[in-house]
């Protein structure tokens, strides 16, 4: 593979390289100029979040160079973003709010998500059409393409609305709960396909929409329990959870599976289980798991990211092939597979340490080569960083 520059952004001072000059001790201090890069589905497109000036932005391209969206991101604090498909960049952020409807005095952290649609540049909640929602999302359950609509699904909690059309939240049962929605992502349009209850934590939707499992919590016995579907008819697992509680954490290898997180056993097992017939298996445990990789259309399960070169917990032999020859590519740093395309022809990696203070790099497998396109410390070169290295104790 051949490592080689290439401009990007050149017209924002945070995506050009590092300077020669000194830097000034704030440049070591900063928070990274480039947060995060992500590849679309097709690895046509990428969004990033970059500070350009004194601004943060949401900032939307191709690897060939052209921008084709920006939006302000403000003082609002993101924890992520993700594509859906190639015209949906989903951000999403939280704040911090005083007495949120009505329910306490104290200070509060809401969560949001905000739909970014390429094709026309509009920047909503998902929630915008949702009325009482105060644009607050309390889970997130994936996405799926069918009938030539883009729809995701969020929980939103219950709401009853007054006499006078104020809002208000409905604690009819005690404690807050949430309802499952479908929202159009190309129209905004918002159903709700499941109501919650006090009992209710997570759902499983698959690639065509329908609701593959759920979890529910009983607080009065401290048990938890896996169901298939929407309904009660069919239980797939139960779990003495006195202390702490397992997560239903998404779909698994193969449609009609999905994947739980279980801390209450000796290994904190990763357990996936067969929705149809309830075999389970265990894929992983805390010793040698990672964060999820997943299928960018079906939101199946590729295998788990590690700190392994050699990426043992990849199931899908394709993605694993490549992730090994992008690790080697870059001997001496430390490597990190941030997004790859669905048919992983391209990567983005971040890679530090040695003399290097964080660089994004698009890694064109068909091509063999890779171009830096973007720095989270532009300020410090290469001259300007220490020797680093990793050591066991």
Not at 71 to 88: P, T
Not at 95 to 116: C, D, H, I, M, Y
Request: aromatic content about 8%; overall charge negative; proline content about 5%.
């Amino acid at each position: 593979m051949t490592i080689r520059p290439l401009a990007i952004l050149v017209a924002t001072a945070t995506m050009a390289g590092p300077v020669v000059a000194a830097p000034p001790l704030e440049a070591y201090g900063n928070l990274p100029a480039v947060e995060t890069i992500e590849l679309s589905p097709s690895g046509m497109r990428f969004a990033t979040i970059a500070t350009i000036g004194e601004q943060r932005r949401l900032i939307v391209g191709t690897p060939e160079g052209e921008v084709l969206r920006v939006a302000a991101i403000g003082d609002r604090k993101v924890s992520g973003f993700k594509w859906v498909g190639d015209n949906h960049v989903l951000v999403r952020t939280h704040n911090t709010f005083k007495a949120p409807f009505l329910l306490a005095a104290r200070q509060v952290e809401l969560w949001g998500v905000s739909n970014l649609t390429v094709a026309t540049g509009k920047v909503a909640s998902v929630f915008d059409k949702l009325r009482c929602s105060g644009n607050t999302v309390f889970g997130e359950f994936g996405s799926a393409t069918f009938d030539k609509h883009t729809y995701g699904y969020f929980s939103a909690v219950r709401f009853i609305e007054t006499r006078t059309r104020d809002c208000m939240v409905d604690t009819s049962q005690g404690v807050l709960m949430s309802d499952l929605y479908k929202v159009d992502l190309d129209s905004g349009k918002v159903r709700r396909i499941a109501r919650g209850s006090q009992r209710h934590r997570s759902w499983v939707v698959g690639s065509d929409g329908s609701i593959v499992a759920h979890d529910e919590f009983m607080r009065e016995d401290g048990v938890w329990r896996l169901y298939a579907g929407k309904d009660h008819d069919k239980l797939l697992m139960e779990i003495d959870a006195p202390v702490v509680t397992p997560d239903l954490t998404g779909p698994g290898r193969t449609s009609g599976t999905v994947l739980v997180f279980d801390p209450t056993s000796d290994r904190d097992s990763v357990i996936e289980v067969n929705v149809g017939s309830g075999a389970t298996e265990e894929l992983a445990h805390d010793e040698n798991t990672g964060t999820p990789l997943r299928d960018r259309d079906s939101d199946l399960l590729l295998g788990f990211d590690t700190d392994n070169p050699d990426y043992p917990e990849v199931f899908n032999q394709a993605l694993r092939s490549r992730l090994i020859g992008t690790h080697k590519a870059f001997p001496g740093y430390q490597v990190r597979v941030l997004s790859f395309s669905q048919n992983f022809d391209r990567l983005i990696v971040f890679t530090d340490g040695n003399n290097d203070s964080g660089t994004y790099w698009l890694v064109n497998i068909p091509k063999g080569k890779a171009d830096p396109i973007g720095y989270a410390y532009p300020k410090v070169s290469t001259k300007d960083v220490g020797l680093t290295r990793m050591f066991s104790y």
